[in-house]
């Protein structure tokens, strides 16, 4: 949501579907992320809607399967509910206690699909259901989460993943697919690309470098960029975290790494990129507008324009 206003944020939603875009994928930050999907499907005819994504911790599973219904039935059939855990120090901030990630995610998973087919209750009565399925999607930057992606999911939503990791991703959750009776195509592959475009590459890879050491200062992500090989990276922007140097946690990020996970440069430049994904088995490369110099709406618009040609 990145702070815009609501009218404004449906207004880019009209506009993502008039340039020929295929879904909006809505974040959840200081936002509630079943609401805007549900605003988006009210003002959209066409596109696909996803959340990406809906924190479990924040939902009790039977009332997140009343809310995707009630989107679901808005949209007609173009919602897709992504699920995930967000990340530990988000979470204990709000004094909630994760447990076992993946037990949960798969609990609240079973839930969602048994209120969604009418087969829960609650005092007797029975939830609503949808007039078409509910496709459920994982955020899943662990190997583990996608094999349970693969078991359980009927997509993965991932981010921050040089195109070697992503393949990895997609053959275990394919491969979990298989093991469980499943074809290997019943699970989509999307995958979220940061993208700081400026004809400047300097510019460019600078705010990049502020952008994405938010990112290298959260445990999960942290551990993911060490595990596609910016091992001594990830060490150095944790400890600038823990010292909170803001200055040190950028300068981790260095220009090799920030062009592993993101669209980085002139318009050319983050397309070639992007090709790199698709041929890496990306079936929907999502598109994460960073604004580089400018106000956030400008850079979606400016970013709809460069990729609406790959439409």
């Not at 705010?207 to 091992?231: C, H, K, M, T």
Request: contains cysteine; aromatic residues 8%; charged residues 25%.
């Amino acid at each position: 949501m990145s702070g815009i206003a609501h009218d404004e944020f449906t207004q880019i939603a009209r506009e993502i579907e008039d340039a020929g875009f295929s879904g909006v994928y809505i974040p959840e930050a200081n936002n509630d992320v079943m609401i805007c999907a549900y605003a988006v499907a009210k003002a959209t005819k066409r596109v696909t809607i996803a959340t990406w994504i809906a924190n479990i911790y924040l939902r009790d599973p039977m009332l997140c399967a009343a809310s995707a219904e009630m989107v679901q039935d808005a949209a007609d059939g173009r919602f897709i509910l992504g699920l995930g855990v967000s990340h530990r120090p988000a979470l204990e901030a709000r004094g909630i206690e994760l447990g076992n990630l993946r037990d949960r995610l798969r609990h609240d998973t079973l839930v969602i699909r048994k209120t969604l087919a009418g087969e829960a209750t609650i005092f007797g009565m029975k939830f609503r259901q949808p007039k078409k399925p509910v496709p459920i999607y994982y955020a899943a930057l662990a190997l583990e989460t996608a094999r349970l992606a693969g078991e359980l999911s009927d997509g993965l939503m991932l981010y921050l993943c040089p195109p070697e990791r992503m393949r990895k991703s997609i053959d275990v959750a394919r491969e979990a697919a298989k093991k469980h009776g499943r074809k290997p195509g019943d699970v989509a592959m999307t995958v979220g690309l940061p993208v700081f475009m400026h004809n400047d590459l300097k510019t460019a890879y600078a705010a990049a470098q502020r952008g994405l050491a938010f990112y290298a200062a959260l445990p999960f992500y942290n551990r993911l960029l060490a595990r596609s090989g910016f091992e001594s990276a990830a060490r150095t922007a944790m400890e600038a975290a823990a010292r909170g140097d803001t200055a040190a946690m950028a300068a981790a990020v260095s220009e090799p790494m920030a062009d592993a996970v993101a669209l980085v440069g002139p318009e050319s430049r983050c397309i070639e990129r992007l090709e790199q994904y698709r041929k890496q088995g990306a079936e929907v490369p999502i598109i994460v507008p960073n604004a580089v110099n400018e106000d956030y709406p400008a850079c979606v618009r400016r970013l709809l324009k460069a990729f609406a040609k790959l439409n």
